[in-house]
């Protein structure tokens, strides 16, 4: 499960005569943040993760939880009434939260654990990489962006923000269906609870 937030911030460069070809980055923060549980038997983690974990909605919690935000820094020089994206700096901060056992499980218990927990990090880290994978397409979509205007770029700075949005939602769907497949009844998520709650 994932959350996302996008915002970007736009900074008209300072009107030069030499402009240079527009430029992209893309800067990357990840954290992780735990939260513990506790049990004797697979069903009581699965239940101590269902009364603590990230929140999904109003009612339900999930077993971890990729949350991000993205920002785009856009900077715009104007020539003989062309504006161009002179920059695209962007930043990705991905926020991991995950379970963690907060006693000393059995030896049997601790190696389903494992396992589960290995599944569970596989998943979250693919909703990861999809994320980095959103700010690649977007650099890449708005590098060269030039255009005809008016002394405040507004129309280049709007164009920018649509290829933006754009980008955002169609990786959106990519996590989405990622989603879709991984929780459906039968998969992957349903084999690694009963991995964890079935000896």
């Known amino acids: 499960m ?9 900074a008209v460069g300072s009107l030069c005569s030499l402009t240079p070809a527009a430029s992209a980055g893309t800067k990357l923060l990840v954290k992780t943040r735990t939260y513990d ?15 603590k974990g990230p929140k ?3 009612m339900t919690r999930a077993i ?19 504006c161009h994206l002179r920059q695209a700096d962007g930043v990705l901060d991905l926020t991991y939260t995950y379970p ?18 290995a599944g569970v990090r596989a998943h979250e880290e693919t ?8 700010m690649q397409a977007t650099a890449k ?7 005809a205007d008016n002394w405040f770029c507004t129309g280049t700075r709007h164009e920018a923000r649509r290829r ?26 349903e084999h690694l609870v009963d991995g964890l709650t079935k000896p």
């Not at 994932?2 to 736009?10: Q, S």
């Not at 549980?37 to 009364?51: C, N, S």
């Not at 971890?64 to 009434?81: C, E, I």
């Not at 963690?100 to 927990?117: D, G």
């Open 100 to 117: 963690r056992l907060a006693q000393p499980a059995s030896a049997a218990l601790e190696r389903r654990w494992k396992r589960f927990f």
């Open 127 to 134: 909703h990861g990489r999809i994320a980095r994978r959103m």
């Open 64 to 82: 971890a939880d990729t949350a991000y935000t993205v920002n785009w820094d856009l900077a715009m020089s104007r020539t003989d009434g062309v």
């Open 164 to 189: 933006i949005n754009a980008i955002y939602a169609e990786y959106e769907a990519k996590q989405n269906a990622f989603d879709a497949r991984e929780h459906r009844d039968g998969g992957h998520v």
């Open 56 to 58: 999904h909605g109003f």
């Open 37 to 51: 549980i506790a049990g004797t038997t697979g069903a009581a983690l699965v239940e101590a993760m269902d009364r």
């Open 2 to 10: 994932r959350l996302a937030v996008l915002a970007y911030l736009a």
């Open 141 to 147: 979509a708005v590098r060269g962006l030039k255009r």
